[in-house]
């Protein structure tokens, strides 16, 4: 019902890689399956919310059956103890935890949860790395479309905050840096997601027939 509702930064970049996938998860007909990838990046995510018993509660799959932890979450163990040594790390990722805000932008409402808010200060976003190495040619924060989360993040919460992502990664040792996101390249995003806007909403509504891209795993 919230995916109905409200456009997140997730589905708006699901849309524009395949239509036919978005609207499949829309209408909970296709769920993308739990990548290790991605549940190590929430592993670290829930020790900063506090939740970290709730989560290991909740994913029985990162044990052995002996009950150890196994090695990717051994090494989210370490990336938790890398980053608890940083103590500018540590202060960006001190604000308010895990915060929900919407708001209507470009025709159809929004919504967000910022993973370390400073009100009237920043908005700062975590993120788990393989690497920070370039990816085709581009920044990592740009081949993501990180630049974009934040560009939506700051519009949403109103205030034209100062927006970071606190990165680390998972080599050994693991690499760490708190990266500015700045105003002028928010702006230019925000302008490419307004064009894009009237044709993701049409087909959320179910105005225009959604495209598949061919190639995605729900295509397949």
């Known amino acids: 019902e919230a995916n109905s509702e409200y456009m997140s930064v997730s589905q708006y970049k699901q849309f524009l890689k395949c239509e036919a996938a978005a609207m ?3 209408r909970g007909e296709w769920e993308f399956p739990k990548t290790t990838a991605l549940l ?3 592993y670290v995510d829930s020790w900063f919310e506090g939740t970290l018993d709730e989560f290991r509660a909740e ?8 009950g150890e932890l196994k ?3 051994i090494q989210a163990e370490d990336i938790i103890r890398r980053v608890q040594r940083d103590p500018v790390f540590m202060e960006y990722m001190s604000g ?3 915060i929900i805000m919407t708001r209507e932008l470009f025709g159809t409402p929004w919504k967000i949860k910022m993973d370390s808010y400073h009100p009237g200060k920043m908005i700062v976003d975590l993120k788990v790395m393989r690497s920070m190495e370039r990816v ?3 920044s990592f924060v740009e081949h993501w479309g990180y630049d974009l989360q934040m560009a939506i993040y700051s519009a949403v919460e109103g205030n034209n905050l100062d927006t ?3 990165v680390v990664t998972k080599q050994t040792p693991s690499d760490i840096e708190v990266i500015h996101v700045p105003e002028w390249r928010r702006l230019e995003l925000l302008d490419e997601v ?3 806007m009237p044709r993701i909403i049409a087909v959320k509504r179910g105005e225009v027939e959604p495209e598949r891209c061919g190639v995605c795993e729900y295509c397949r």
């Open 40 to 42: 190590v990046g929430s």
């Open 71 to 73: 090695a990717d979450y």
């Open 194 to 196: 307004e064009r894009s």
């Open 96 to 98: 308010q935890k895990q």
């Open 59 to 66: 994913n029985p799959e990162i044990f052995k059956k002996n």
């Open 164 to 166: 970071y992502l606190a």
């Open 136 to 138: 085709i040619g581009k």
């Open 24 to 26: 499949a998860q829309i």
